[in-house]
């Protein structure tokens, strides 16, 4: 395929939806001397068409194909693997919208819009000249996946991976897993003993060959790609040999240090040597280094010789093809929440130390005593939205488990006689079972208070909690011996950590933002990274569970197809350009460049084809594959080159959310000039000035570059580097001897549709007012490109 | 009693937006104010969240003809504990200047500013009070100040 490729191009009339307004038989002569063949076809989506279009590529030995017809999102596809059958590669395809974005939009101006189409399919063919056939090249994920976090969460993904029959690298920070659930003696609706359904769970994942489990250890590195993460851990020393302790425990038996136990909410002692509690997964003991006064008394004692007080961190290394995040939450700091009184008064607990406090095997043996007084408690009062819902001393959001657990505490509380009060502002029992489960909370005879609590008042050994009775229209004053408030659940300290790690977004209230809140609630905005359960957000522990099958299925999927590598990525023309400056490595939002001895090198899997390096690059040294520089150039200039219009302006566009924005104008018949002539590029910071003033050059009397919004489209950060570059080529325009009003740039919404024929027309009557380009100008910008 | 929907006055809900800003529409009833409100303690019928949500709903003539709207002292506690942002003392100023405006001025009210109208002051400068602000080295005061006067009238 030297010398001039046989170009075929089809123009289709669409029924009347084309043919009405643009004179298809007099584009299809005008072109005709241009190519090898030209054809006009009723329906070209028909099947009769595509076996005509297939065997006159066969007949003729066409080398490019332009088919002029609706827009590409609607057969690009079709026409695409039919063509294929016949020995043409894709990128040898070259589709021109002239449905859409030109018939349906200028039906008032049958003369514009057949000028229009002449162009954009002169543009296209332009483009086929100089096309190279493109492969896509595939890429085999490591069939391994890194869990992060052992709570519910992270264990049912653990166990419905390795039943799959992957490799699952589980790595839980504490020394056991289990998670808050672990806490819980009892789960709501079904008041089911919590511990009794999670702890087959775990020895399931500690007897599972498929899975890795490293405890009392932290993701310290992530590096690498979707498919081939390379990650490091950093093992806490644990003092204790896991293959040599038996779990008899004779050293926490000896071990003279006590502190508070994380398990029991700071409520009760451990030891210093200790496992945090009977049934920890895995059932190894752990030497607390923080506490340790290395007496050596459990080194003596230990049966197996399994402690050794010298131990050090260490660092390992896994390589994984998939990341599942399911770090949890925690509760908000109650001691930063001064109006409850938490941390000042002894008779105010959170509602997961009141969980421990519940538990046969908490720190008061599930004797219903407030362990911070040693005093009984018959009287109990609920603070709900304890912080939640609360836009200036909180979180503005619900915390949407609360209700729900108030609910079971109170019933526990109540089968044993004593009294509960729940101060609320709304009780939302969004759930199966859940608004049962209030009733039955109420036939129990728990007394609810409509009004947010304000303040407590000590009073001797009771409190006072004071709100407004909202049915009532009274202040409510209610002396009680326990107040158990209900924080906001937030995520875990180090979530924002790993998210930075992951390169992953979080909202503004540290969630992991979803890829699609409603359409894909469990992949991360990244390739490969999956999350489930509170650290996407507030929910139950039922919600959490399908959530980790889910992320489990995403990734099981993501690992066992063969990643498609796009033909779409940057690339050094020559190695002998490249200085190594570095310009590109700042561009690139994906950081998918880096500088290997003195010369960029792309890393294709990482690199989104944004194009955002190619104007970056001092020495014109990258290039872009299916959208090279001659590619784009050959485009401007068979749309402009040669066109009648009167007025001619470019419009770039990003080309899935703008481009589809776009053609829903066209789909609503929305009238706008003729003028506009619209090339998709993935970003506007694809463009040099260079491109623009070629437009110029040849014949554009404007230019638009409409840019899809940060956080839309596949190409995110590239969308600001471009608005930077659009602001410096208004001004290098200038120097150029070309008004800097005839460059626009805006940034388009798929919901902003109805607005772009306001756009268009406003910028069509600007550059009409002004009049076109002089060609003093024009020839001189040549000249300068040349 | 039934509510009379017909009440609903949308021009006052428009008024009450531009009069400040749109802060308490995001009032959830929490009933956070009215159990902060020092106020309650002596007039039990003052009831801040039930002004703030009659003026939401958009009762003009009940919200603004009510003597209650005149009570708030002012103290802030439930602006500073409002969990909205809500900032009720100056709803409440703003459903004054609005109750003036449409002649709902109680009595009380009527009587200080004719007031200080007549005398500028409500309470008056005596030899008594000269004296000892003689003694204590503050300044002479007007007795009757004209442009409190002019302000009140």
Known sequence: MSGKPKIGVWVCECGGNIGDYVDVQRVVEAIRPEVAYARRERYLCSKPSIENIKRTVQRLGLERVVLACCTPKMHRETFASNLEEVGLNRALLEMVNIREQCSWVHKDDPEGATQKALDLIRGGIERARVSKPLEAKRAKSIPEVLIIGGGVAGITASLRLAEYGLRVHLVEKRPSIGGHMIQYPKVFPTLDCSQCILTPKMASVSNNPNIDLITYAEVVEVSGVPGEFHVKVRLKPRGVNPDKCIGCGTCSRVCPVEVPSEYNMGLGPRKAAYIPFPQAVPSVYTIDFEACTRCGKCVEACPRDAINLDDEERIIELDVGAIILATGFELYDANDLPRYGYGRYPQVVTSLEMERILDVNGPTGGQLINPKTGKEFKRVAYILCAGSRDTENGKPYCSRVCCLYALKQAQLLLDRGVEVWIHYIDIRTPGRRYEEFYLETQRKGALFVKGKVVELIPEGDRIIVRGEDMMLNRIVENPVDLVVICPPVIVTDETHKLAEMLRIPVDEDGFILERHPKLDPVATKRDGVFACGMVLGPKDIQTTTAEAEAAAMKAVNFLSAERLIEPNKAYLIDPELCDGCGECVEACPEAAISIVDGKAVINEVLCSGCGACIPACPKGALDQQGLTEEQLKAQIRGILERSEADVKILAFVEREVVYTAVDLAGLARLEYPSSIRIIPLPSMSRLKLEHILYAFAYGADGVMLLEAPEHEGPYGKAHVISEERADDYRWELEDHGVDSFRLWYSRVYVPDWRKLKKVFTTFHDMIADEGPLDDETRAQLREELD | ?153
């Open chain 2, 1 to 153: 009693m039934i509510v009379d929907v017909e009440e609903i006055d949308s021009r006052f809900l428009r008024r009450l937006k531009s009069e400040f800003d749109e802060s308490y529409l995001s009032c959830f009833q929490c009933g956070v104010c009215s159990a902060s409100c020092p106020v309650i303690e002596i007039e039990g019928r003052f009831n801040p969240r039930r002004l703030v949500k009659m003026a939401r709903l958009g009762f003009k003539d009940r919200v603004l003809s009510s003597e209650y709207i005149w009570l708030c002292s002012m103290c802030l506690l439930c602006e500073e504990r409002c969990p909205q942002g809500v900032r009720i003392p100056e709803v409440m100023t703003a459903l004054r200047n609005l109750a003036v405006e449409e002649g709902y001025i109680p009595e009380p009210m009527r009587r200080i500013q004719r007031l200080l109208v007549e005398s500028g002051r409500l309470y008056p400068i005596d030899d008594f009070t000269a004296e000892e602000r003689a003694e204590r080295g503050l300044p002479e005061v007007e007795a009757e100040p004209e442009f409190v006067k002019r302000l009140a009238g």
